[in-house]
């Protein structure tokens, strides 16, 4: 499987995730576009929250040094962000794909991080609840079915069960798991939620 995990909005959760999905599915890892924070970028954060020993964390094709959306990132280090040279790592293994923001964050003048999902994988959306997250869900999921992908839905954070059961009504996305509000995220809760996530995960 290739899954590629995109958000409602930032901060939302995506990277967590990616890590209880990677490890779920021993799966590798693979960030297209890091935007700031190099020295502990995603790629280091799923590598320090997961255990086993299979998956391989693949090198970002852009690593940008601003924490900003990709396309302005990119300007202030003085390249432009190019699709063809964005080019999936060749693996065996289940593929999991970290996408930047949410769908339509700006990658160049032309294209959006929906440009970088292709035809064959699946999409996980994580959604987490604040004023505005239902219309956000909606609004990504719609996009996303509009071009035929499969999505399924991870929540992240403290239940609202009238938020996410309009959301799953509405979409008819597959609902593969809640990651609660912890205070600690490490490599013992991570393997918790795959270990919870798995089954869903290999029937998406």
């Known amino acids: ?21 990677t490890e779920a599915l021993e799966a590798d890892y693979w960030k297209p576009i890091q935007a700031g924070d190099l020295e502990n970028s995603d790629s280091h954060k799923v590598k320090n929250l ?10 970002n094709s852009y690593a940008l040094n601003t924490p900003m959306s990709p396309h302005a990132a990119a300007e202030i280090d003085g390249i432009q962000i190019d699709l063809d040279a964005i080019r999936e790592p060749r693996t065996e293994n289940h593929l999991v794909i ?9 990658l160049n003048d032309s294209d959006t991080i929906l440009d ?21 869900s909606l609004l990504t999921i719609e996009a996303l079915q509009q071009r035929n992908f499969r999505v399924g839905l991870i929540f992240s ?17 597959s ?30």
């Not at 499987?1 to 999905?21: D, H, P, W």
């Not at 013992?188 to 919870?196: F, L, N, R, W």
């Open 1 to 21: 499987m290739k899954l590629f995990i995109t958000g409602i909005s930032t901060e939302v959760g995506k990277t967590i995730a990616s890590a209880i999905v």
């Open 50 to 59: 997961i255990s086993n020993t299979k998956s391989i964390i693949h090198q």
């Open 98 to 106: 970290e996408g930047a923001g949410g769908l339509l964050v700006p």
């Open 116 to 136: 970088l999902i292709q035809s064959d994988y699946k999409v996980i959306v994580v959604s987490r609840h604040y004023l505005g997250s239902i219309n956000h």
């Open 157 to 173: 954070g403290d239940e609202y069960p009238t938020t996410e059961s309009i959301i799953l009504n509405k979409t008819d996305a």
């Open 175 to 204: 609902f593969l798991g809640r990651i609660n509000e912890e205070e600690l995220i490490d490599k013992k809760v991570v393997k918790h939620y795959a270990k919870e996530f798995r089954k869903a995960l290999l029937e998406f």
